[in-house]
């Protein structure tokens, strides 16, 4: 597993001194850490949440004031704006466009961050970038031609601004987000479709309100999307319900196609 500060440059090097039987993994997307490695600690410091069995409570999120040891209360003038500075805040890292330059470094393993993410960001990330990378060895041309497919998929999910970190050399202020620490949000998972009752309903377990009547997309793991209309639904005994506003509860539900286990339900909201 490379440094997230490593350069295409230096990983070609590493490359080209070591055996092809030993793999290469790199960060290819996600949170960029402070700094951006070895800060795992600060999780399980502050929080009791240990980042490196994937508890990490993002610290480099927070709020923070830079303090003299010796001036207890004097506060170091960061202030950008009524809501403070965000000085460890970094813009997310994303290499969806540069897949042949990551190939062609010698990187055998593409790492994709999510921790604190939803079940929707894992399933879109993965799969977009799975379709991105089969669709260069297939032909560099048809990867080319569905950039602008994969940079809207990607931003189904929670995310923030991007960048390419230190694939490209140093970054600059343009890789930091100075007044705010929230992510873009335009879609809402809702659930995952696990298994089919005796009345030919599906079940999943309830994420996020949607009620009967409204729009939703089943996200495919094959890379199809369908958009459905909610039909019915019923709750674990099989009394019809409207809405379903109960977090983790047990329901079946008609929406009109034919759906399997790993079907992923969302719900656009831009």
């Not at 490593?6 to 030993?22: A, D, T, V």
């Not at 004031?65 to 000085?87: K, S």
């Not at 062609?104 to 990330?125: C, H, P």
């Not at 379903?244 to 992923?264: E, I, M, N, S």
Request: with cysteine.
């Amino acid at each position: 597993m490379t440094a997230r500060e490593l350069s295409l440059e230096e990983i070609r090097e590493i490359r080209s001194h070591i055996p092809q039987s030993l793999e290469i993994e790199t960060f290819v997307h996600g949170a960029m850490c402070i700094s951006y490695s070895g800060r795992c600690l600060l999780s399980s410091f502050l929080a009791g949440r240990d980042a490196n069995q994937g508890a990490c409570t993002h610290p480099c999120r927070w709020r923070y004031a830079l303090m003299e040891e010796t001036r207890p209360g004097e506060y170091y003038p960061v202030m950008e704006n009524e809501r403070g500075t965000f000085i460890l805040n970094s813009k997310d890292l994303c290499m969806i466009e540069h897949i042949p330059d990551l190939v062609q470094a010698g990187i055998d393993s593409f790492k994709i961050e999510g921790r604190m993410k939803t079940a929707l960001y894992v399933a879109d990330v993965t799969r977009t970038y799975r379709q991105a990378i089969d669709d260069y060895f297939e032909s560099p041309a048809l990867y080319e031609s569905r950039l602008d497919d994969y940079r809207r998929e990607i931003s189904k999910g929670t995310y923030r601004a991007y960048t390419t970190g230190f694939f490209y050399g140093k970054p600059d202020e343009n890789a930091q987000i100075y007044d705010h620490n929230t992510y873009i949000k335009t879609y809402t998972y809702l659930g995952l479709i696990d298994g089919k009752n005796e009345q030919g309903l599906y079940s999943f377990e309830q994420r996020n309100k949607f009620s009967v009547g409204d729009e939703i997309e089943v996200m495919k793991p094959d890379g199809r999307d369908l958009k459905v209309t909610v039909r019915a639904m019923t709750d674990a005994d099989g009394n019809p319900v409207e809405s379903c506003p109960h977090p983790k509860q047990r329901l079946y539900v008609d929406l009109g196609a034919k759906l399997a286990p790993g079907d992923l339900l969302r719900r656009c909201d831009a």
